[in-house]
């Protein structure tokens, strides 16, 4: 059983294009987060949720729009896709907002062209 | 200002020998974690070990272990007997309360791992 899960693993989109990124955590956890990670393999937290409510929330670009519809699922949204926008996206989820058992999903490499 | 350093970009060490990873930190919150995560090439990000900021004693898993030393604000990951497989990236990270009383997490840059044969 897959603790944090995200599909899809690759997605290739042109610009402009708007996608979607899902994760699912079956670990209980109440928290659950979106990182970005770039070409120099810096993690950069985008977002974060504690039951289903917004609780981190980065400079990013509004076209980058969270959902939560239940602790357990965060999805990601992206509209008009940029290239600067290509990068890995990892979910996490944590026990408790104080990151207690963090644990990542596999990410989704998202490419751009 | 870093609230992370991983001064290291990248690292040698031959095959069962020891290796420590450096990393320091920055935080004004006196409950904070420190984590250290191995990142594969196949890009999963791995939990390895966790130090909270009362921990009085270094942690231990394994073959890894966190050298804390807190007055000067670092937590080195050791890891002894090293193996090819340990060739990965590995990322330092830091729980701290954040301005709006929640916590956050944030990571270094990342030292990346060579195991030599």
């Known amino acids: 059983d897959t603790a944090v899960s995200q599909t899809p693993k690759y997605l290739v989109t042109q610009m402009g294009n708007d996608k979607s990124i899902k994760c699912e955590q079956n670990?209980?956890?109440?928290?659950m987060y979106w990182y970005k990670q770039d070409s120099k393999k810096f993690l950069k937290i985008m977002f974060s949720?504690?039951?289903?409510?917004?609780?981190i929330n980065e400079t990013v670009p509004n076209r980058f729009s969270p959902k939560s519809p239940d602790k357990a699922h965060l999805n990601l949204h992206i509209n008009s896709l940029e290239l600067g926008d290509s990068a890995v996206y990892f979910c996490?989820?944590?026990?408790?907002?104080?990151?207690?058992?963090?644990?990542f999903g596999s990410g989704t490499r998202l490419t751009v062209v | 200002a870093q609230k992370i350093t991983q001064t290291q970009p990248g690292m040698f060490v031959q095959e069962k020998e020891a290796v420590t990873l450096d990393c320091t930190y920055d935080?004004?919150?006196?409950?904070?974690?420190l984590f250290w995560y191995k990142q594969p090439s196949s890009g999963e990000m791995i939990f390895l070990i966790y130090?909270?900021?009362?921990?009085?004693q270094n942690a231990t898993e394994g073959r890894y272990s966190l050298n804390f030393q807190k007055a000067r604000k670092s937590a080195n990951l050791v890891i002894s007997a090293s193996q090819l497989g340990d060739s990965a990236m590995y990322f330092c990270?830091?729980?701290?309360?954040?301005?709006?009383?929640?916590?956050?997490?944030?990571f270094g840059a990342g030292t990346r791992l060579f195991v030599k044969a």
């Open positions: 990270a830091m729980r701290e309360k954040g301005y709006d009383g929640g916590f956050k997490t944030i």
């Open positions: 935080t004004s919150d006196p409950s904070y974690g």
């Open positions: 670990l209980g956890h109440d928290t």
């Open positions: 949720y504690n039951n289903k409510e917004l609780i």
């Open positions: 130090q909270g900021s009362y921990d009085q």
């Open positions: 996490a989820s944590s026990l408790t907002t104080g990151g207690y058992g963090y644990t």
